[in-house]
T-cell receptor
Framework: EAGVAQSPRYKIIEKRQSVAFWCNPI?????LYWYQQILGQGPKLLIQ????????DSQLPKDRFSAERLKGVDSTLKIQPAKLEDSAVYLC???????????FGQGTRLTVV | DAKTTQPTSMDCAEGRAANLPCNHS???????VYWYRQIHSQGPQYIIH???NNETNEMASLIITEDRKSSTLILPHATLRDTAVYYC?????????????FGGGTRLMVKP
């Protein structure tokens, strides 16, 4: 079965620019997660969707980050404007339901210079 | 989610069993123990989970103490490919608003 697909794999941008990441979850998975992983740390949950509704976005910096999951399938995460401290790997994961085991994509490595 | 405590790092000789401990002293009765691992440059990978009873699958065994305040993940015959960061997480299964929250994990180094 196909896994969680993310693109791009790598992205380098200058500070104050904007960037968007795309995630295609495993077919039929209702729950979708976005994580930020800074080098040397565990993944930090940014936002969790159940179908196309937001379950939790308490750790999403809403002044610059936004995420949507139209039609309850694919999702995009946007940063505008980017800061140097946003340099990290952005991971997308999906699960068949809340509480079920999650499957992760390979992530997008963002470097802000 | 209840917090977990894991050692920052561990070493294991190739071919030997790797025993990774996790403390979760504030775990609630309906919270499961999950283990994930993250190999360098990859996303985390689910390993195993359990509630009270010990569990075993093709990857590992999970031993949960009777009081459920701690658990041990066992890789019976560690290989070099098991070198990774291992995360112990406690969470309620199948519950609305249930987050999957990672801590710092244990960095396991399997040495030849």
């Amino acid at each position: 079965e196909a896994g969680v697909a993310q693109s791009p794999r790598y992205k380098i941008i200058e500070k104050r620019q904007s960037v968007a990441f795309w995630c295609n979850p495993i077919s039929g998975h209702a729950t979708l997660y976005w994580y930020q992983q800074i080098l040397g740390q565990g993944p930090k949950l940014l936002i969790q969707f159940q179908n196309n509704g937001v379950v939790d976005d308490s750790q999403l910096p809403k002044d610059r980050f936004s995420a949507e999951r139209l039609k309850g399938v694919d999702s995009t995460l946007k940063i505008q404007p980017a800061k140097l401290e946003d340099s990290a790997v952005y991971l997308c994961a999906s699960s068949i339901g809340q509480g079920a085991k999650a499957f992760f994509g390979q992530g997008t490595r963002l470097t802000v210079v | 989610d209840a917090k977990t405590t894991q050692p920052t790092s561990m070493d294991c000789a190739e071919g030997r069993a790797a025993n990774l401990p996790c403390n979760h002293s504030t775990i609630s009765g309906n919270e499961y123990v999950y283990w994930y691992r993250q190999i360098h440059s990859q996303g985390p990978q689910y390993i195993i989970h359990g509630l009270k009873n010990n569990e075993t699958n093709e990857m590992a065994s999970l031993i949960i103490t009777e009081d459920r305040k701690s658990s041990t993940l066992i890789l019976p015959h560690a290989t070099l490919r098991d070198t990774a960061v291992y995360y112990c997480i406690v969470r309620v299964a199948n519950n609305a608003g249930n987050m999957l929250t990672f801590g710092g994990g244990t960095r396991l180094m399997v040495k030849p």
